[in-house]
């Protein structure tokens, strides 16, 4: 089955610093990654998607590339305000969803 | 739209105990997922409707655990007896799309059920 790792599993930068998030994924046939935002006490919350046709979105402030040669894709969040703290999910899918560990962000005003 | 309705919200019980969690899906949703998370083994699916039926039901832990989806707006997910390593939050989602496309889907998670087992 799919393993998908996420690094780093802590992350804490300055408020309006930008934020780097890297997953792994196993599978070469895996075709949608998601990333969800989870607020404490909360269940986790879509915030961009990538399809394996395509190599990057962006969203405002927020961005995923991927790059299926090397099977990894990246979450990237500019002019970081306080209110991103949270803990950030990707996840690979085909066949059924695995999510990575988490990544827990700080922004520190 | 209300969003995917989850009770209880926290769940206090003895060992040996019958639990029983409850999800209403978002109306015209055709997929439900129950996932469980943990600090150990993060967030795991455990199983996933389409239609009402179950489609995969790998990610059950044992034969304690049962789910079931008696119409399109509601199901529950059933622990009997319950362990204290069931101790968990238990996340309910919905999506769209058939049992081929549904986690091609964005899926929309409920706030969750905070289970602890004694």
């Known amino acids: 089955g799919e393993n998908v790792e996420q690094h780093p599993s802590t992350l804490s930068v300055q408020e309006g610093d930008s934020a780097v998030i890297k997953c792994t994924y196993s599978?070469?046939?895996?075709?949608?990654f998601p990333w969800y935002k989870q607020e404490l006490g909360k269940g986790p919350q879509l915030i961009i998607d990538?399809?394996?046709?395509?190599g990057e979105k962006k969203d405002q402030r927020i961005a995923v590339t991927l790059n299926k040669t090397a099977k990894h894709f990246s979450l990237h969040i500019t002019e970081t305000q306080p209110e991103d703290s949270a803990v950030y999910f990707c996840?690979?899918?085909?066949?059924?969803?695995?999510f990575g560990a988490g990544t827990r962000l700080t922004v520190k005003p | 739209d209300a969003g995917v309705i989850q009770s209880p919200r926290h769940e206090v019980t003895e060992m040996g105990q019958e639990v029983t969690l409850r999800c209403k899906p978002i109306?015209?949703?055709?997929?439900l997922f129950w996932y469980r998370q943990t600090m150990m083994r993060g967030l795991e699916l455990l199983i996933y409707?389409?239609?009402?039926?179950?489609?995969?039901d790998s990610g059950m832990p044992e034969d304690r655990f049962s789910a079931k989806m008696p119409n399109a707006s509601f199901s529950t997910l059933k622990i009997q007896p319950s362990e204290p390593r069931d101790s968990a939050v238990y996340f309910c989602?919905?999506?769209?799309?058939?049992?081929?496309?549904?986690?091609?889907?964005?899926?929309?998670f409920g706030p969750g059920t905070r289970l602890l087992v004694l």
């Open positions: 599978d070469s046939a895996s075709n949608y």
């Open positions: 989602a919905s999506s769209s799309g058939t049992s081929v496309t549904t986690y091609q889907e964005t899926q929309y």
């Open positions: 409707f389409n239609n009402n039926v179950p489609i995969d």
């Open positions: 109306s015209g949703h055709n997929s």
């Open positions: 990538i399809r394996s046709n395509v």
């Open positions: 996840a690979a899918t085909r066949n059924d969803m695995r």
